[in-house]
């Protein structure tokens, strides 16, 4: 074999590798397309399951009036029977709907469906939030073939005009001789209507019986609310520290039954913790 003839061979085999070397390099650097079999939901900003239903009527953070309108659409198989259920649950746990959206178009169908309802709630309780939740219907009962879309809202304020009674709970004359046989006995007070109704009843408490009443209350004076918060049913109150020498035990437990009494007069709330400046360890403890 001549010179030239192993010069040409050589040029071929170096540049079979330098293509190779490319391919190689080529292919590697190519981006890894994504695995389209793990299954993904399609999402909005607002968190809405916008594959299955789309809430156009509330959006997300608005204020609810006393009378509004949910509309929207969702897939046929969101509905059972032409319907779903909704609810709209305060943050204090309250419910204030428990009602469902019925469609009139045809809902057998995979497709979308629109619905739209007018609902009408009062918000007796104060609360300022609360969620808005529209379930898939389920009539299996299976968890499974459970799903929801919750929208939180704002509650609306509009229930702030005209006035309204609460009851606040003071002590009858004691039977016998023991502060221990003290009686509760409610008053009614009328008070503008407000958000905090369980907060202005407290301050109606605490500023004590009228002499026409002829009550006594074991509340020390000067004892001031600090603040309170209802929450699932519970409500948390806070006092200053005139509160945590209420003088015996048996006038700690008249101050109690006073504050629990008052505060449990409203449906939403089953269960009372008193403290004071934020420490409820021993407060109102026989």
Avoid: H
């Amino acid at each position: 074999m001549n010179i030239k003839m192993k010069g040409l061979i050589i040029l071929i085999a170096t540049i079979i590798v330098l293509w190779l070397g490319f391919s190689m390099f080529t292919n590697n650097s190519k981006e890894i397309p994504p695995d389209t079999n793990i299954p993904t939901e399609e999402v909005d900003n607002e968190g809405k399951k916008t594959d299955l239903i789309v809430v156009e009527k509330p959006t997300q953070n608005s204020v609810l009036p006393s009378t509004f309108e949910v509309q929207g659409r969702a897939r046929g198989y969101w509905f059972f029977e032409a319907s779903f259920p909704v609810r709209l649950v305060a943050d204090d746990g309250t419910v204030l709907i428990n009602s469902y959206i019925m469609t009139d178009s045809e809902w057998m169908t995979e497709q979308f469906v629109p619905f739209k309802k007018t609902f009408t709630y009062e918000n007796k309780t104060g609360a300022e939030r609360g969620n808005l939740i529209l379930e898939k219907d389920n009539p299996s009962g299976l968890p499974e073939n459970a799903d929801s879309l919750t929208i939180p809202v704002r509650l609306s304020s509009s229930l702030n005009t005209g006035n309204i009674d609460v009851k606040v709970y003071f002590n009858k004359a004691m039977i016998g001789t023991q502060s221990c046989d003290n009686i509760q006995s409610a008053v009614t007070r009328t008070i503008p209507q407000t958000l905090g109704v369980a907060r202005v009843a407290l301050l109606e408490l605490l500023k004590g019986p009228i002499s026409s009443e002829n009550l006594s209350t074991s509340i020390p004076v000067g004892t001031a609310l600090n603040k309170i918060e209802v929450r699932n049913g519970t409500a948390y109150a806070d006092f200053n520290s005139k509160l945590q020498n209420p003088g015996g035990s048996c006038n700690a437990l008249a101050i109690r039954a006073q504050i629990e009494d008052t505060l449990k007069q409203f449906s939403t709330i089953k269960n009372v913790v008193i403290s004071v400046n934020g420490q409820t360890e021993g407060i109102l403890e026989p």
